[in-house]
């Protein structure tokens, strides 16, 4: 059912002076976090009949998208969305890995863990299942074999090529976002299943991404690829939140999982991490907002990119439920970010639709569903301060790993539309009572 309440009062504290966020105050946060996620949801059309559950204009947001909202679900307890995430997530599932056929050909290595990772979410926050379908764990493990059958030892001595045939650009390429989502999920894998064939892929794709310019051990730094025919030695040095954010976390996972006995992973943790905050928050801005650097200044980010800050803050979170020491490091940056973005969600015919800048006091003009889904991802993380349990005891799992090698009788999507009428509450209000009439409305329901 849609948090009508929790809505309602988001709105008409936006409606007047942007978004009204408190760090201090769990109820303004969750407020500020329903807020974005409804102007996020608004723009979601792909469950309404003619459409295909869970396809964006890029298939990979998809992802991105459904795990913020499963985050948003667990965080605030408003499942008003999950109808909607739930039926995209499973309808792109393919053959129980997430390589539907309708976007095998074109899809990258990054892409699909993407959504594995999505999956891994769902699992470690007991997300609702249909008994009908496989498990989330069922899913993040097939994205994990389908992976690792691509480890490429032929050139570089290993690594995950950025895209997966020879007829794509990036086939040449080995990138820290594909080698950086795999280790994050076998890592992630290791902690909850306790598997030690997880925790042994974690360590060989750290160690090989070591062994080329992609993670410097000395400087702490992550390269954004690195290029097959020179062996992996010329590379591209450009800096993002999102490869920061895929090893950290990894390497966090790692340290819990090994209760901060294994000096690698407190040095890999601990070093990236400050990195990141040089790198990421920078003292110009006050140091502790968080700036996509390589694009964002100049506002030349795409679509990809304008996602990348949302998903470091949920990364950043649960970091800090996985190595307790960060938290407060954390807590500051993910605070000062969110008093920022919520200056910035000021535009909009209802006055809180958030722009990319989170360093600027006024909206910067961007609209998009990209922009409002980092929002929504940084607010929620930032509850991460009221949560008292710690997450890696609260979600582990204590059944063992079954099912890497199960048969799979997912009938794969192949682009058709559906004929859902499934509709998520923000959808439905603007849809019968449009923008004006969803303020009267909400305003009586409030009342």
């Known amino acids: 059912m849609f948090n009508f309440s929790a809505f309602a009062v988001a709105l008409l504290a936006g409606s ?23 102007n996020t949801m608004s723009t979601y059309t792909s469950n309404l009949t003619g459409h295909i559950p869970g396809k964006l204009d890029t298939w990979s947001q998809g992802a991105a998208l459904f795990q913020t909202m499963i985050e948003y679900w667990y965080f605030t307890g408003d499942a008003s969305n999950n109808k909607a995430v739930s039926q995209g997530m499973y309808w792109q599932r393919g053959n129980n890995d997430y390589f539907p056929s309708n976007y095998s ?20 926050l007991k ?49 820290a976002m594909s080698n950086g989502g795999l280790f994050q999920l076998s890592a992630r894998l290791a902690r909850y299943t306790k598997n030690q064939t997880y925790s042994d892929w974690a360590e060989k794709i750290w160690d090989w991404s070591a062994s080329v310019p992609i993670l410097n051990v000395t400087e702490w730094t992550i390269n954004d690829l690195v290029e097959v025919k020179s062996d992996c030695k010329t590379h591209s040095d450009l ?7 895929e090893y950290i976390s990894g390497a966090a996972y790692m340290y ?26 920078p003292e110009k801005y006050g140091g502790k907002i968080m700036v996509e650097v390589t694009c964002e200044p100049l506002k030349t980010c795409d679509r990809y990119q304008e996602v990348f800050k949302g998903l470091f803050a949920s990364d950043l979170a649960a970091v800090t439920r996985m190595a307790p020491h960060t938290k407060s490091e954390i807590l500051q940056r993910l605070q000062g970010s969110a ?9 909009g015919d209802n006055g809180t639709v958030c722009g990319q800048q989170w360093y600027k006091a006024k909206w910067d003009g961007t609209t998009d569903m990209e922009a409002q889904l980092s929002a929504t991802s940084l607010f929620t993380s930032n509850l991460v301060a009221f949560e008292h349990m710690n997450l890696a005891t609260k979600n582990s799992s204590t059944s063992t790993s079954t099912t890497q090698n199960a048969s799979s009788t997912a009938t794969e999507t192949q682009g058709e539309a559906t004929s859902s009428t499934k509709d998520n509450g923000g959808n439905f209000l603007r849809s019968q009572f449009g923008s004006i009439g969803l303020v009267l409305l909400v305003s009586v329901l409030v009342l």
């Open 339 to 347: 008093v920022g973005a919520a200056k910035q969600c000021s535009g």
């Open 256 to 281: 819990n999982l090994t209760n901060g006995e294994t000096s690698k992973w407190k040095s890999g943790l601990d070093g990236l991490l400050n990195t990141s905050f040089h790198k990421f928050f």
């Open 127 to 175: 997300y609702t299942e249909d008994s009908s379908m496989p498990s989330w764990l069922t899913l993040a493990e097939g994205v994990f074999q389908s992976q690792i059958a691509r480890w490429d030892t032929k050139s570089c001595d290993g690594g995950l090529r950025w895209q997966i045939f020879p007829y794509q650009n990036g086939y040449n390429i080995k990138n």
């Open 239 to 245: 800096q993002w939140t999102y490869s920061y954010g």
């Open 105 to 124: 050909q074109y899809m990258g290595n990054d892409d699909q863990v993407a959504w594995g990772l999505a999956a891994m979410t769902a699992a470690e």
């Open 16 to 38: 007047a002076v942007a978004i009204d966020f408190k760090v201090n105050d769990e109820q303004s946060i969750k407020n500020a976090a329903a807020t974005a996620a409804f």
